[in-house]
């Protein structure tokens, strides 16, 4: 079991940028891939970034373009989303999630935390 818990989301402006984080419990946070997925009002759940157990690969939806970066320190059990250069459609419920391969479905994915609102305004 991996509880994980997301925060450091808000309200930005439009350009603006956020980090969210991501802690888990357990001592086992190194044996899994995370992924952070958005979900806006009214929309399924949508990839957004993945990084490896290891930190040593990442792979990222095709809307993030260059703005986004995941990142992870496996020795405090954390793994980072860096938001730069936000737009309105930007705006949603960002989620963590724990799973056993770097992947961009959620159905791959195990453990997920309860949510961090990210709202851009223009």
């Known amino acids: 079991q991996v509880d994980l818990v997301e925060s450091g989301g808000g309200l930005v402006q439009v350009r603006g940028s956020l980090r969210l984080s991501c802690v888990a419990s357990?001592?086992?946070?190194?044996?899994?891939?995370m992924g952070w997925f958005r979900q806006a009002p009214g929309q399924e759940r949508e990839f957004v970034g993945a990084i490896r157990k290891d930190g040593g690969l990442t792979n990222y939806a095709h809307f993030v373009q260059g703005r986004f970066t995941v990142s992870r320190d496996n020795a405090k059990s954390t793994v980072y989303l860096q938001m730069n250069s936000l737009t309105p459609e930007d705006t949603a419920v960002y989620y963590c999630?724990?799973?056993?391969?770097?992947?961009?479905?959620?159905?791959?994915?195990?453990?997920w935390g309860q949510g961090t609102q990210v709202t851009v305004s223009s």
């Open positions: 999630g724990a799973g056993f391969k770097l992947s961009s479905r959620t159905d791959d994915y195990r453990y």
């Open positions: 357990g001592r086992t946070f190194s044996t899994y891939a």
